[in-house]
């Protein structure tokens, strides 16, 4: 079977499946963005890789709304996938089965160049005006003006939930986000964790600079892949001081970049971690406080090694696989009591769960962890089976993915 996933940051969320049908025999072609196809390692026989590339970003000053700057530039990306395709035509590489992610544009023309060839869709996330993410923080307002970019966001999803033949989401919550009328061609199948490489080690050490932490020590952690609102990071610097001052010998790791995934972008030179350091000022004592920035993923393991207590925000969001690998991990996690986070943890079965924006519950909820951490044995040995049970990589989720490629790969496209 000859299997083409199609993705901006090839391989996405797609690496371990492209990894399976390689070594099952299958042939995979991939089609990404010219930087992502660039830093991929990894090469093979029966794969085959194109790549195209964007213009440059619009100036600042462009009179142009953003919003339709962003539709503008998801057409052009449908485009290029559109030049993929033709290449692939005239290279007798026309796939079995297409899998897409139409988050960015990419989906957009597929349907029109592949009409007899099955379509599987990546579903991430639905933008809606309520019910998530968007007006969840009253700290940040959203504008009329974010509504009408909502709305066009919704547009490439839409086309492609109509072309699409079947599509799979990560998570239940994020399949209930999309419209009732396309869920029925919509399957929850996670990409899963690899437990076997993110294991509890009693004996875990780590060095950050002038810092040598091990397990068992009274380390709190916290792991986004931007320091930013959407991952409750406002909240969890919020709690620090209350934190640190019920446990005086408490250290704080904190890993995630400056830059914004999600939500309201800061000006150049601006972070989210630049404003709450000010905010907090003397009530912080930074001599307690690590900052990491970006790990490599070795140390970043350790640090959810040796941490005492691992805490975990998020608006009803897209579900971070930091999450799931912490728990892998055997991490104590404290947890925002909001979705998907309560479709994997039950409060004190294994994990706990806080009101997102009740900064003092959360301190309160770290600090007692800390004080009893020689005696929640059992919630972490549960945490962790959590994810062995339900979102394993090799033994539960890759072959529900696979069996979900041969049965997408057998449907028959309905003529739209």
């Given at each position: 079977m000859r299997i083409c996933f199609i993705h901006q940051n090839l391989p996405g969320q797609y690496r371990h499946l492209i990894d399976a049908l390689l070594k099952r025999g299958d042939e995979v072609v991939g089609i990404g963005e010219q930087a992502a196809v660039a830093r991929l390692t990894f090469r093979h026989p029966k794969l085959h890789l194109l790549s195209y590339r964007?213009?440059?970003?619009?100036?600042?000053?462009?009179?142009?709304?953003?919003?339709?700057?962003?539709?503008?530039?998801?057409?052009?990306?449908?485009?290029?996938?559109?030049?993929?395709?033709?290449?692939?035509?005239?290279?007798?590489?026309?796939?079995?089965?297409?899998?897409?992610?139409?988050?960015?544009?990419?989906?957009?023309?597929?349907?029109a160049e592949l009409p007899a060839v099955p379509m599987l869709g990546y579903c991430?996330?639905?933008?809606?005006?309520?019910?998530?993410?968007?007006?969840?923080?009253?700290?940040?307002?959203?504008?009329?003006?974010?509504?009408?970019?909502?709305?066009?966001?919704?547009?490439?999803?839409?086309?492609?939930?109509?072309d699409m033949d079947a599509g799979v989401c990560p998570t239940q919550w994020q399949r209930a986000q999309f419209p009732a009328e396309f869920q029925p061609k919509l399957s929850v199948v996670h990409e899963g964790v690899d437990?076997?490489?993110?294991?509890?080690?009693?004996?875990?050490?780590?060095?950050?600079g002038d810092w040598t932490l091990r397990a068992g020590d009274p380390?709190?952690?916290?792991?986004?892949?931007?320091?930013?609102?959407?991952?409750?990071?406002?909240?969890?610097?919020?709690?620090?001081?209350e934190l640190l001052a019920k446990v005086p010998e408490a250290r704080v790791v904190i890993v995630g970049g400056d830059e914004v995934s999600y939500g309201v972008r800061l000006p150049p030179g601006d972070s989210y971690r630049a404003r709450l350091l000010k905010e907090l000022g003397d009530r912080l004592d930074t001599t307690r406080v690590r900052f990491t920035g970006k790990l490599p993923y070795d140390q970043y393991a350790r640090v959810l090694q040796v941490s005492a207590v691992h805490a975990y925000l998020t608006y009803p969001f897209v579900l971070?696989?930091?999450?799931?690998?912490?728990?892998?991990?055997?991490?104590?996690?404290?947890?925002?009591?909001?979705?998907?986070?309560?479709?994997v943890i039950v409060?004190?079965?294994?994990?706990?769960?806080?009101?997102?924006?009740?900064?003092?519950?959360?301190?309160?909820?770290?600090?007692?962890?800390?004080?009893?951490?020689?005696?929640?044995?059992?919630?972490?040995?549960?945490?962790?089976?959590?994810?062995?049970?339900?979102?394993?990589?090799?033994?539960?989720?890759?072959?529900?993915?696979?069996?979900?490629?041969?049965?997408?790969?057998?449907?028959?496209?309905?003529?739209?």
């Open positions: 964007m213009p440059e970003e619009p100036a600042a000053d462009n009179p142009v709304p953003a919003h339709l700057r962003e539709l503008d530039r998801q057409v052009h990306r449908g485009q290029m996938v559109v030049r993929a395709l033709h290449l692939l035509k005239q290279k007798n590489l026309v796939p079995d089965l297409v899998v897409v992610h139409p988050g960015w544009g990419e989906a957009m023309f597929v349907r991430e996330f639905f933008y809606k005006a309520s019910g998530s993410d968007f007006g969840f923080d009253p700290e940040f307002p959203s504008a009329a003006a974010a509504l009408h970019r909502l709305q066009l966001r919704r547009m490439p999803h839409l086309q492609a939930l109509y437990t076997d490489a993110l294991v509890p080690d009693a004996s875990a050490e780590l060095v950050l380390i709190v952690t916290y792991v986004a892949r931007n320091l930013e609102p959407y991952r409750g990071f406002h909240i969890f610097m919020r709690c620090l001081p971070s696989w930091s999450l799931l690998e912490a728990m892998s991990s055997g991490c104590a996690v404290v947890a925002s009591r909001t979705a998907p986070v309560e479709e409060d004190g079965e294994n994990g706990w769960l806080t009101d997102f924006f009740d900064a003092p519950a959360l301190a309160a909820k770290l600090a007692e962890v800390l004080a009893r951490r020689g005696e929640v044995g059992a919630v972490r040995a549960a945490a962790r089976e959590t994810v062995v049970q339900r979102y394993d990589l090799k033994r539960v989720c890759l072959p529900a993915g696979l069996a979900l490629l041969d049965r997408a790969a057998g449907l028959t496209p309905v003529p739209r």
